[in-house]
């Protein structure tokens, strides 16, 4: 069982960047995979970044690659997303969620969610 906040969102210009952080509570953390997911009004639910548990794999979504940066630190029990050279296109909310396990970039394959941050990219 864990409880995932997010935040770090906000309003930025074009170009400009974002860190935004995942605080999670519950013992068992660190035995999580994570990953990031945004969702913009009328859109889908789409797949941004994921780390394994110990920071092994990571993998992102073709959008961001180059651009952003998933971390872990968890001995703090966070996971973060730094969102550097950022375009309008990135404007959504952004989710963070546990990983349960098969396919890396399904959002159905991640259970627990936490509320989400907006992000809001201006030209």
């Known amino acids: 069982q864990v409880q995932l906040v997010e935040s770090g969102g906000g309003l930025v210009q074009a170009g400009g960047s974002l860190r935004l952080s995942c605080g999670a509570s519950?013992?068992?953390?660190?035995?999580?995979?994570m990953g990031w997911f945004r969702q913009a009004p009328g859109k889908e639910r789409d797949f941004v970044a994921h780390?394994?548990?110990?920071?092994?794999?990571?993998a992102y979504a073709d959008s961001v690659k180059g651009r952003f940066t998933i971390s872990r630190d968890n001995a703090k029990n966070t996971m973060y997303l730094q969102m550097n050279k950022l375009k309008p296109e990135d404007t959504a909310v952004y989710y963070c969620?546990?990983?349960?396990?098969?396919?890396?970039?399904?959002?159905?394959?991640?259970?627990?969610w936490g509320q989400g941050t907006q992000v809001t990219v201006s030209s």
């Open positions: 969620a546990t990983f349960t396990g098969a396919i890396v970039k399904a959002a159905s394959s991640y259970d627990y």
């Open positions: 519950g013992r068992t953390f660190s035995r999580y995979g």
């Open positions: 780390i394994t548990w110990n920071g092994a794999f990571i």
